[in-house]
């Protein structure tokens, strides 16, 4: 019986053929790498496509979506499994600071002398509490009745967009947002079992989110943003990739716009001609 046991498990496996596909259709599309190190990380997610699927196993599922017509169906799926979607209220807070502290006031004073809102993107913006974030600290600085500002969140999976947009979160996400904005943007269930809070909807209507895919050859979108967020999603791509996806996040950013990187990711954007640093991972672009 234990023998019987180790081998349905040994068998729960992907093909190496199937993963190896996988691998290349996701970094052909996303950008992602998936190593042979991620082959696990892999497998443990995709079992729950097989199980809502009523699939026998990895093995079955593979043959299903390369051998029995199931791919157009199933990568979207694929793609929200496999693509990492950590994220935190006020991650990284020093460059919210930054922005509160030396950068709003001289966007609110652009935006007033050209009669345009300040404009805001969140460009790997997951379940969207990066983008609900940036509400945050510029209605704080701002006021909501202050200088316009609107912002836009995106994502290539499609799923944490929707949990984005209905801004439901649980109450432990809710420990790095200062009190003073807890108090003002967040709304706990009265049910204290329920243990989640919810966006307010005054912060709710300032933001947007859409499906983007960072490694499209080019962006289906005419906005020009004053402030671009682009943080720990790079480190996924390879290098190639990483150039190509700066080069269209700068050709939507304007003159004197900032562009905002994770820590790890400063190497990234190299372009001295174009970009000037002004602090860990944040670049102003000049040209």
Request: glycine share 6%.
């Amino acid at each position: 019986m234990r023998h019987e046991a180790l081998a349905s498990v040994t068998l729960d496996q992907l093909a190496e053929r199937h993963f190896v596909e996988i691998a290349r259709l996701v970094e052909a599309h996303t950008g992602i790498r998936l190593p042979p190190s991620k082959r696990t990380m892999v497998e443990g997610r995709l079992r729950r496509r097989v199980r809502a699927l009523g699939l026998r196993d990895l093995e079955d599922y593979g043959e299903a979506i390369f051998s029995r017509g199931l791919l157009g169906a199933e990568f979207v799926h694929v793609v929200d499994c496999v693509t990492t979607n950590k994220t935190d209220f006020f991650r990284e807070p020093q460059q919210f600071d930054l922005l509160r502290q030396r950068l709003l006031q001289g966007l609110a004073a652009r935006a007033a002398r050209v009669g345009a809102p300040i404009k805001f993107w969140s460009a790997a913006a997951s379940i969207g509490a990066e983008a609900y974030t940036m509400a945050m600290v510029a209605a704080d600085a701002l006021g909501l009745d202050g200088p316009p500002f609107t912002i836009l969140g995106t994502d290539i999976s499609t799923s944490v967009i929707a949990a984005a947009r209905l801004a439901i979160y649980p109450s432990a996400m809710a420990e790095p947002i200062p009190e003073s904005c807890r108090k003002r943007y967040l709304m706990f269930a009265r049910d204290a079992a329920r243990e989640e809070f919810r966006i307010a909807p005054e912060l709710r209507g300032l933001v947007n989110f859409a499906q983007l895919n960072l490694m499209d050859e080019r962006y289906e979108r005419d906005e020009i943003f004053d402030v671009v967020f682009c943080r720990n999603v790079l480190i996924y791509f390879a290098k190639e990739a990483q150039t190509a996806v700066i080069e269209r996040l700068l050709s939507h950013l304007r003159v004197g716009g900032y562009l905002m990187l994770g820590h790890s990711e400063t190497m990234t954007a190299r372009d001295p001609e174009r970009l000037r640093q002004i602090a860990p991972s944040v670049f102003e672009k000049v040209r």
